[in-house]
């Protein structure tokens, strides 16, 4: 399984952004897929997830009204649409996957490379 991450960049407080992944290889029917992000730190944080069929959303409490995720299953692809972006935003976002169909408060199973997004104030 790969996992394409793309969109991000540098932007101001309170601007929005928008980042994607495409899922490729031999993947299940179906996959839950999220998004987890790391700043300089130990761990990469959850920022927020979706199940296979859109159903169920995640979201951690520092995005929640701000961020809203989404998916389309026929381009095998999941959007993290940011608004009100602010500078503790700022890291490096995760692309993930899970073959369990939904997010279980734990860490998927496949990841993709990482794609930065900077928030200036």
């Known amino acids: 399984v790969q996992l394409q991450a793309s969109g991000g960049g540098t932007v101001q407080a309170g601007a929005s952004l928008r980042i994607s992944c495409v899922a490729s290889?031999?993947?299940?029917?179906?996959?839950?897929m999220g998004w987890f992000r790391q700043s300089p730190g130990p761990e990469p944080e959850f920022v927020s997830a979706i199940s296979w069929n859109g159903g169920d959303t995640y979201y951690a409490d520092s995005v929640k009204g701000r961020f809203t995720i989404s998916r389309d299953n026929a381009k095998k692809t999941v959007y993290l649409q940011m608004n009100n972006l602010k500078s503790e935003d700022t890291a490096v976002y995760y692309c993930?996957?899970?073959?369990?169909?939904?997010?279980?408060?734990?860490?998927?199973?496949?990841w993709g490379r990482g794609t930065q997004v900077t928030v200036s104030s």
């Open positions: 993930a996957a899970d073959p369990r169909g939904n997010w279980y408060g734990d860490r998927m199973s496949w």
């Open positions: 290889g031999r993947l299940p029917r179906t996959f839950a």
